[in-house]
């Protein structure tokens, strides 16, 4: 199957309330003309260089998401022009992303990435933790930057009950932060292997990659 044909096929499985944004981290611009020609505008990439390059040689309307770890010193590449950071994981990662909003005239539409898999590779706030920093006095101190939500990963493992559990974590703090912040409207959740799990715990915003462009190497 083509890439169009993929990604065809999966969005029209998806409920109209989900985003799909098409993570091309890797894979050739060529390939991600073809989804863009097939009607694509949202792109994830987990590189600020890689993303930076796509974007500067590719159309004008697509939207490019940062969804991977990101280095407080690469925040002023994508500043410019990014629509959505997904992973941001700390505090010191907010006050540059509301340095570098503030010098570009932009404010930068981030989600805070919560920490909800077993592994301690995978990055992000512990719940309780955020869910007491991220009052709105504190929000307030980044005139730069939109929170619109969360975004987590699940944990690595072919136990669904597992996954859901862990979806639904993330889905119960996102519930309790949006009584606060009564504008918060996204919950990124779900990639290839889980995203139909996701949309059933909640999520509106899922990450595919290997499922429309084919594995990474
Ligand atoms: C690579 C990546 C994805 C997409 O993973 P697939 O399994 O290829 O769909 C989603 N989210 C993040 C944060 C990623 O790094």
Redesign the pocket.
Known sequence: MSIADRLLRIKQSLPQQVTL?A?S?TKPETDLMEAYEAGQRVF?E?KAQEMTAKWSSMPKDIQWHM??HLQSNKVKYIAPYVALI??VDRSELLDEIEKQGAKNNRIISCLLQVHIAEESTKFGWNPQELVSWATQEQLEKYPHVRIQGL?G?ATFTSDEHQIKQEFASLKSVFDQLKAIHAHWDTLSMG???D?ALAISMGSNMV?????IFGE?N
């Open positions: 944004v993570v981290k994830g987990n969804i991977g997904h992973g975004m990963m990639m290839s292997q995203y990450r595919i990659g290997s499922s990474r």
